[in-house]
């Protein structure tokens, strides 16, 4: 599977964006599907992940109530909606494939990943 993060930014605190993950290759329609970000001197932590059929998803305490993930599975998209961002979202976002079809928290638990999208929050 091979992975296209897309969509991110420079925007200010307060803003939007919408990240998208366009999957290729064998198919990972009957996966979960995560986000992870990484901050310049920080290791990368999780932020959301969605089941296969889209029926579940799970998120980092600190994006719950202003990131939405959904999938398009026609599509072998998945997106990140993010309103209301804070400076300390600024880090490279990277989506990853799970071994599983419900997603968790963990890197391990992911075994194909994107490149990343650079989101830069600042005024």
């Known amino acids: 599977v091979q992975l296209q993060a897309s969509g991110g930014g420079l925007v200010q605190p307060g803003s939007s964006l919408r990240l998208s993950c366009a999957a290729s290759?064998?198919?990972?329609?009957?996966?979960?599907i995560g986000w992870f970000r990484q901050a310049p001197g920080k290791e990368r932590e999780f932020v959301a992940t969605i089941s296969w059929n889209g029926g579940a998803t799970y998120y980092a305490e600190s994006v719950k109530g202003r990131f939405t993930i959904s999938r398009d599975r026609v599509k072998n998209t998945v997106y990140l909606q993010m309103n209301s961002l804070k400076p300390e979202d600024t880090a490279v976002y990277y989506c990853?494939?799970?071994?599983?079809?419900?997603?968790?928290?963990?890197?391990?638990?992911?075994?194909?990943w994107g490149q990343g999208t650079q989101v830069t929050v600042s005024s």
């Open positions: 290759g064998r198919t990972s329609s009957n996966n979960a």
């Open positions: 990853a494939v799970s071994r599983y079809v419900s997603g968790g928290s963990q890197a391990g638990q992911y075994n194909s």
